[in-house]
């Protein structure tokens, strides 16, 4: 194994730079070092005016996403050796405006998450004295998969949907949303009906599974969307043959 690897990094200023370009780096090849150690690497010894996200190194905080040879991914666990010999090409996420080199803007994505409400929605709501809300492993393991989502936004940028639909809500959201349609303690998910069985929510899915591919916690975010479009679906049937069963 060589000792050095090359990094293409994708470096832009919107407003100073006519357009995109590339950077190459040279930085060590250690068996251990991710892709974010390089960029890090960069930062410190070569140009510390290279701009990127990142805070937790453990892949938790999802800021760290950008696009490493064509795929989105967590730098902090993609690792240099996994490319060798090189180079690899880091660049922003894609579906994303650029703010500065590898930082994206995502106010998109934090207007539309609290549309979902993806928090537990109460109708009623107890004292503590009345007891905890109780759930068997059944009921748990019903939402288990979704509450993994760790906002990362690497789906939204493998999603050919939300690229050509800029009102599509995204997989995120949605995966986030059935998690609490799902949970056993919550009494919102008919609230959260009209804004997800609509155009821009799950219908504009069309199943190409990406969301899912690029997930690194596992989440199945095309899986969370066609699941809520046969409730959807179900939904709408019943309140057809049997309108008094909607009221």
Known sequence: MPDTITLEVARYRPGTDASPRVQEYEVPLREEW?????????????????SFR?????????????TVNGDPALTCGTFLADYAPGPVR?????NFPVVRDLV??????????PTVKPWLVREDEPGVEDGEFRQT?????????YSMCINCLLC????????????????????LAQRYNLDSRDQ??????????TAAGVWACTYVGECTTACPKGVDPAGAIQRYKLTAATRTLWSVLMPWGAR
Request: aromatic share 8%.
């Open 137 to 145: 492993p059944a009921e748990l393991a019903e939402y288990t998969q």
């Open 90 to 94: 880091v660049e922003p996420l894609a």
């Open 104 to 113: 994206v803007q995502i106010d998109d994505f934090l207007r539309k998450l």
């Open 188 to 197: 919102g998910a008919h609230q959260r009906l009209d804004l997800l069985a």
């Open 54 to 66: 990142w805070s937790c190194r453990m892949g938790i905080c999802g800021s760290c996403g950008m």
């Open 34 to 50: 991710a892709v974010l150690d390089g960029l890090n690497y960069i930062k410190d010894r070569l140009d510390g005016t290279l």
């Open 156 to 175: 939204y940028a493998a999603c050919p949907v939300y690229g050509l639909e800029p009102d599509f809500l995204g997989p995120a959201a949605i995966a």
